[in-house]
């Protein structure tokens, strides 16, 4: 793979500030006996576990803050949050936002073993009833996580891209979707209720404790490599995810944000760093053979995900930088953490295999995550035999 001309490779290596007023507020007294901030009432959807958890217990620690109202379908381990229990798509959240200045919307579910049509029902009529209740109970932000993959992976995207580059994303990768319709409902908000800003971050590839196509991707015996593609791989701590969060919260920032560690890896440097070869695969073989596991129902991943695999989606984040925040983590850090957690998980065409499968499969590299389907299909039937 060619490296970027210098102009290209100087910038992988590399808004407005609102000020509204609070009418200042005595302080609130956490569990531990220390005041909180003066600052804000912050909501936090999803509060109770991954980075909605890890949110709720940074922003309860920020002195900036003066309260955190959590909510979830279960309570969560923060003592120094005000909890509710309840779904996001029930009406009655209305209720419970009010008194808040800004909600962080985090109650997603992008599981790979979710039913698609349940995933995406509950997806967008969470969002929709976050924003209307938000709206009602006089929220004046509410602050949305999607992805970076709704820039959409393409041969021709400027590497890297704006915050205000088009989204060009299609449904036919995990989620997207999803997201996608996310987008339109955060656009359509300040439309629809005058006075409520709606802010969305998008992260490069997360990790940290997450589990989607992208990083079972390198659980694989062999990095499937699709010829004539250009990879380039951006990450995103959700460290970094939950700092670029609180800013938002914060109102430090507003608009499109987009958010991952400065820079990129091309392919090569990826395998260098993490020590497992290629495969290589024409790309009608390729993506021919990975929709045929998905469609027959032996891999979780539709053949849309290759594509983040193929080509470079990588965001600048300038608008977080002329903020004043930066990542702590580098994209080889990530890599090495990333790395680190997979470890002794074994995974072919995003289907998670047992130890006995993987034994097989590592003899016979990516070959057999995409071609050697007759075997996955004939264990597949006797499995549902014996049921």
Request: charged share 25%.
């Amino acid at each position: 793979m060619s490296s970027p001309d210098p102009q290209v490779r100087a910038a992988r290596n590399l808004s407005t500030r609102p000020s509204p007023e609070h009418r200042p507020a005595p302080a609130v007294q956490r569990a531990d006996g220390t005041s909180a901030g003066r600052g804000p009432v912050v909501a936090i959807t999803g509060a109770a576990a991954g980075i909605g958890a890890m949110l709720t217990e940074r922003l309860v620690a920020c002195d900036e803050i003066k309260q955190v109202i959590a909510i979830d379908e279960r309570r969560g381990e923060c003592a120094d949050a005000q909890w509710h229990i309840l779904d996001v798509r029930d009406p009655a959240i209305a209720e419970k936002l009010r008194g808040a200045d800004v909600v962080v919307h985090l109650a997603l579910d992008l599981d790979l073993e979710t039913d698609p049509a349940a995933r995406t029902a509950y997806n967008v009529r969470g969002t929709q009833t976050v924003l209307t209740a938000a709206a009602a109970a006089g929220v004046h932000r509410v602050v949305l996580c999607t992805s970076a993959m709704v820039y959409g992976a393409l041969p021709d995207n400027e590497l890297p891209l704006s915050e205000d580059a088009e989204l060009r994303a299609t449904a036919e990768a995990t989620g997207v979707g999803d997201l996608l319709e996310v987008e339109r409902l955060a656009r359509r908000a300040p439309r629809a209720h005058p006075g409520l800003n709606v802010t969305v971050v998008r992260p490069a590839v997360l990790v940290g404790g997450t589990d989607t196509a992208l990083t079972r991707y390198f659980e694989s015996p062999r990095l499937l490599v699709v010829a004539d593609s250009r990879p380039a791989w951006q990450f995103c701590h959700v460290e970094d995810l939950c700092a670029a969060l609180e800013y938002a919260a914060l109102e430090k920032v507003e608009g499109e944000l987009a958010v991952g560690c400065d820079g990129w890896l091309e392919q090569e440097e990826v395998e260098e760093l993490s020590g497992i070869r290629r495969m290589e695969l024409p790309s009608a073989v390729a993506l021919g053979a990975a929709a045929r596991l998905h469609r027959i129902g032996l891999t979780p991943s539709p053949a849309g995900d290759l594509a983040y695999t193929m080509y470079p989606w990588v965001v600048s984040g300038s608008r977080l930088h002329d903020a004043g925040w930066r990542p702590r983590w580098t994209n080889e850090e990530v890599l090495a953490e990333l790395l680190g957690e997979v470890a002794g998980r074994h995974t072919l065409a995003g289907r998670r295999l047992g130890r006995k499968d993987a034994t097989a499969a590592g003899a016979a590299g990516a070959t057999v995550a995409l071609l050697g389907t007759a075997a996955l299909v004939r264990r597949a039937r006797k499995a549902r035999r014996r049921i």
